[in-house]
């Protein structure tokens, strides 16, 4: 899934293939090949006395019984799909994302992942990655968002931080920048696909994370400079732009990944 929005979170990756593998429609081997892709170990804590792989974590899981894996990709002031305070809730905002591992009572376990990379520029690097796992209970339904919330935000997003960076004369300190919220607006419009979730993910789902994914990229090559505003109330201006942005790909995002299975 890279592009110039670059790898998805973990934890999406863990809970798009983790549901898919839940519903029959991936294969274990397939959830762990996903998953682990870009990097070298992946383990999981708090499930057994010692640390075990990620496909017999799975596979606990589902023989406690959860039904379905959910995304959550906090921050602080944005709570998004966070139980309620716990020690799960504690790492995933420290981490910016986690999964809920849910049976049909809303109880289970949260996962939250950590990566280390070892090695050098010199020697190349490798990444591990250590989840760790956290009793959860979060009763009720899923609090969303929701495709159909995600994509009018994204839609009405675009467009409003679009003209906002115009106003700021984004083209002038970075032309980069511009370029590609062009190309965004030109890309939903042609309905580009996500051809690499697994089955059972809806058009819309596919669309919305590309979007996602392309508003991410902008997102970086923004963060790249910091001195293209010529005053404070320019660079307080941008800096609110460029949140507003991050907060809209965090909820397309999770809108888009826990959409797994659900009729549009």
Not at 70 to 88: I, K, Q, S, W
Request: hydrophobic content about 40%; aromatic content about 4%; charged content about 20%.
């Amino acid at each position: 899934m890279s592009t110039v929005g670059g790898r998805p979170p973990r934890s999406a990756l863990l809970a798009a293939w983790g549901n898919a593998w839940l519903a029959g429609d991936a294969t274990l081997n397939e959830l762990v090949s996903r998953i682990t892709a870009a990097d070298d170990a992946h383990d999981v804590h708090g499930l057994d006395p010692m640390p075990i792989p990620v496909d017999r974590a799975v596979a606990r899981l589902r023989a406690s019984g959860a039904t379905r894996l959910r995304l959550v990709l906090p921050v602080p002031g944005d709570a998004l799909g966070l139980p309620a305070p716990g020690p799960f809730t504690t790492a995933a905002l420290e981490a910016s994302e986690g999964v809920l591992a849910l049976d049909a009572s809303g109880a289970g376990t949260g996962l939250v992942p950590t990566l280390t990379t070892h090695g050098s520029a010199y020697d190349g690097t490798v990444t591990t990655v250590v989840w760790t796992a956290y009793d959860v209970v979060a009763p009720g339904p899923d609090p969303g968002p929701f495709l159909h919330d995600a994509e009018h935000d994204l839609r009405r997003g675009i467009l409003e931080c679009a003209s906002a960076l115009r106003d700021l004369d984004v083209a002038r300190w970075r032309p980069d920048v511009a370029g590609a919220l062009a190309d965004l607006r030109r890309q939903a419009r042609s309905g580009i696909d996500d051809e690499e979730l697994p089955g059972g993910y809806p058009q819309r789902a596919r669309q919305l994370l590309v979007q996602a994914r392309q508003l991410a990229g902008v997102l970086h090559l923004a963060a790249e400079d910091s001195g293209g505003a010529l005053d404070t109330r320019e660079t307080t201006s941008r800096e609110s732009v460029l949140r507003e942005l991050a907060r809209l790909v965090r909820r397309a995002r999770v809108a888009g990944y826990n959409a797994y299975g659900l009729a549009t």
